[in-house]
């Protein structure tokens, strides 16, 4: 299978994405283009760094090249002031300069946090993305979002940085727990719901082998959500108006992740597959969408395995109230509006910067007190 190269076109900042397997060990004839001084350090957290930091090393070995390497623990806490401060201080100490590559080497957690890192070091270092889950593969690792959490919320402090290159290794998937996968699926699903039908469609036949780890149907799915968000992202950078697509089920989702509390019971691309049905379904109420529309995003959910708001923990049914005050608060909303991503069919998202408050209220009442 042949590796497929996509290029995210942002003037003197456009970067190529590689995707396909092998990636990871033939790494350095990807990099040597971008690098610019000989100095690399490889930020990744202990669980990636004991499947997969060798196969990296191994690629950069014998190349001339001085390679670091800062692992952290797993998990969302380690996006964090405190990390953030560690880590500008190892490299900081190290007299690492802004010519040398930092490579991010993990899921979107080691990539928000690698990527913000680079963007203040010395005002701005070289920086690359590797990959390592299929969500940071479809989404985080493209497009130059960065954040570290704080105790206010998640990724409430952080800018945009775009990387100088991503590889996306479809190997390294095998490794990642079903559940992580299936969380990754919930963006992947994203891009065909947002303005794909076709993908839609393609999903609804391959969707399946896609979670099975057939590489093909990997491949292919994640060469198109990177596509995919290639164009949205050339189309509005910094996130002025069309970008806020990718946020379709994000803002019931974020609340679901919210109530959940952070601690792993509901994972972020969990959130957004439940998120995204309520997106639809709440579409539906207003006349939008049809309730086949609905029933097809339902069945192919429930066909897969995958969350809605029946299967996460009861806590996030719990209180209503909390969910739309948490939903007020969302990143996108300006002034005292709620901005919502709504949709008028499979793949007929759009924008909705002013949603109506009240029967947003009275569906999110409704679909806790009924389940
Ligand atoms: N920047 C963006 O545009 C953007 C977009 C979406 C999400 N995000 C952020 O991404 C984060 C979630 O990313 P995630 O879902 O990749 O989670 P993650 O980075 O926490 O990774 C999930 C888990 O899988 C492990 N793992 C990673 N790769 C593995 C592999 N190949 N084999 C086995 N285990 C592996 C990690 O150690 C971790 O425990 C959140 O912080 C979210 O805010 C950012
Ligand atoms: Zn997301």
């Given at each position: 299978m042949s590796v497929e190269r996509i290029n995210v076109e942002l003037g003197d900042r456009s970067y190529p994405i590689h995707i396909g397997q092998g990636v990871l060990s033939n790494a350095y004839s990807y990099l040597e283009p971008h690098l610019v001084g000989r100095r690399v350090c490889i930020l990744t957290d202990e669980t990636i760094a004991s499947l997969h930091l060798q196969t990296l090393l191994s690629a950069l070995e014998g190349q001339g090249l001085r390679i670091e390497t800062i692992i952290i623990p797993p998990?969302?806490?380690?996006?964090?002031f405190e990390r953030l401060q560690t880590v500008l201080g190892q490299l900081l100490d190290a007299n690492f300069s802004r010519a040398d590559t930092l490579i991010a080497l993990g899921g979107g957690v080691i990539g928000d946090l690698t990527g913000f890192t680079a963007s203040i070091l010395k005002r701005g270092c070289n920086f690359v993305q590797i990959p390592t889950t299929l969500l940071a593969q479809v989404?985080?690792?493209?497009?130059?979002k960065t954040a570290i959490n704080t105790p206010a919320g998640k990724n409430l402090v952080g800018c945009f940085y775009q990387p100088k290159l991503v590889l996306a290794?479809?190997?390294?998937?095998?490794?990642?727990p079903v559940r992580e996968l299936k969380a990754g699926y919930g963006e992947v699903l994203k891009y065909g719901l947002i303005d794909k039908p076709d993908f839609f469609d393609w999903l609804e036949a391959h969707g399946a082998d896609v979670l099975a780890g057939d590489p093909e149907a990997l491949a292919q799915a994640v060469s198109i959500c990177c596509q995919a968000k290639a164009t949205i992202v050339k189309e509005d950078e910094f996130e002025?108006?069309?970008?806020?697509?990718?946020?379709?089920g994000h803002s019931f989702g974020h609340a679901l992740e919210g109530l959940a509390g952070?601690?792993?019971?509901?994972?972020h691309g969990e959130a957004v597959s439940a998120g995204m049905l309520m997106a639809y379904e709440y579409s539906q109420s207003l006349g939008l969408c049809s309730g086949q529309d609905v029933e097809r995003v339902r069945a192919h959910l429930l066909a897969l395995g995958l969350e809605n708001l029946e299967t996460l923990p009861e806590i996030v049914r719990a209180d209503p109230d909390a969910l739309f005050a948490y939903m007020m608060r969302d990143?996108?909303?300006?002034?005292e509006d709620l901005a919502l991503i709504l949709?008028?069919?499979?793949?007929q998202a759009y924008v909705?910067?002013?949603?109506d408050q009240a029967s947003v209220r009275a569906y999110v009442h409704a679909v806790c007190e009924a389940r």
């Amino acid at each position: 299978m042949s590796v497929e190269r996509i290029n995210v076109e942002l003037g003197d900042r456009s970067y190529p994405i590689h995707i396909g397997q092998g990636v990871l060990s033939n790494a350095y004839s990807y990099l040597e283009p971008h690098l610019v001084g000989r100095r690399v350090c490889i930020l990744t957290d202990e669980t990636i760094a004991s499947l997969h930091l060798q196969t990296l090393l191994s690629a950069l070995e014998g190349q001339g090249l001085r390679i670091e390497t800062i692992i952290i623990p797993p998990g969302e806490r380690e996006k964090s002031f405190e990390r953030l401060q560690t880590v500008l201080g190892q490299l900081l100490d190290a007299n690492f300069s802004r010519a040398d590559t930092l490579i991010a080497l993990g899921g979107g957690v080691i990539g928000d946090l690698t990527g913000f890192t680079a963007s203040i070091l010395k005002r701005g270092c070289n920086f690359v993305q590797i990959p390592t889950t299929l969500l940071a593969q479809v989404d985080s690792s493209v497009g130059g979002k960065t954040a570290i959490n704080t105790p206010a919320g998640k990724n409430l402090v952080g800018c945009f940085y775009q990387p100088k290159l991503v590889l996306a290794d479809t190997d390294v998937l095998a490794t990642l727990p079903v559940r992580e996968l299936k969380a990754g699926y919930g963006e992947v699903l994203k891009y065909g719901l947002i303005d794909k039908p076709d993908f839609f469609d393609w999903l609804e036949a391959h969707g399946a082998d896609v979670l099975a780890g057939d590489p093909e149907a990997l491949a292919q799915a994640v060469s198109i959500c990177c596509q995919a968000k290639a164009t949205i992202v050339k189309e509005d950078e910094f996130e002025h108006g069309r970008r806020a697509l990718l946020n379709l089920g994000h803002s019931f989702g974020h609340a679901l992740e919210g109530l959940a509390g952070f601690d792993g019971s509901v994972l972020h691309g969990e959130a957004v597959s439940a998120g995204m049905l309520m997106a639809y379904e709440y579409s539906q109420s207003l006349g939008l969408c049809s309730g086949q529309d609905v029933e097809r995003v339902r069945a192919h959910l429930l066909a897969l395995g995958l969350e809605n708001l029946e299967t996460l923990p009861e806590i996030v049914r719990a209180d209503p109230d909390a969910l739309f005050a948490y939903m007020m608060r969302d990143k996108k909303n300006k002034d005292e509006d709620l901005a919502l991503i709504l949709a008028k069919g499979i793949g007929q998202a759009y924008v909705e910067p002013q949603a109506d408050q009240a029967s947003v209220r009275a569906y999110v009442h409704a679909v806790c007190e009924a389940r």
